[in-house]
């Protein structure tokens, strides 16, 4: 299927994602404050994703659970929010979408796709992540010392932007995110 010239158009970069896209964040939360899936349901929701089927928790059953997974429809893109606990606070958080190719046919264009993903990211309080078509994020905070490696391994990062300019030539600061505060860096 070709995608039509006035939809490829609003879209100025592509990521060569195969089987999803992946925005994966990771975030440390306080067990004192709102569940990191809520409030990034809250956000998505209020960006006009819509429900889709029920939502999926596993946990104790008191506390925040340890998965918390919700499918949603978005400018008619499929989408679900996921976010998993790991050891002390520290929290997984992943906005997926299908392949790139598939994300860019969508109604709405590029630059709403990274308001959306600023939102998940800021919701759920990310220090940092990357794009991924579905390989792990390193949990440490990236340093300028780290980034080349993890640029290696992944089509992009979400950094602080006191740390983006640590990539150099390995990397270019496609875009800011000033809701989360995060640089998105492309390899």
Known sequence: MSVPAAVRARWRVHLPTALETRVRAIGVADPRDPWPSARALDALLAAGAVREGPPRAVGAGAGPPLIASQRLCWAGVELEVECVAMAEGVMESNLVAPSWDELTRSAAGEDAWWELAD???????????????????????????????????????????????????????????????LVVLLR
């Open 119 to 181: 939102a998940f990211l800021a919701a759920v309080d990310a220090r940092h992540g990357a794009l991924v078509d579905g390989e792990a994020v390193e949990v440490e905070e990236p340093t300028p010392s780290t980034l080349r490696a993890r640029l290696r391994r992944h089509l992009g990062l979400l950094v602080p932007e006191s740390v983006a300019g640590g990539a150099g030539a390995a990397a270019d600061a496609y875009r800011w995110l000033p809701r989360s505060g």
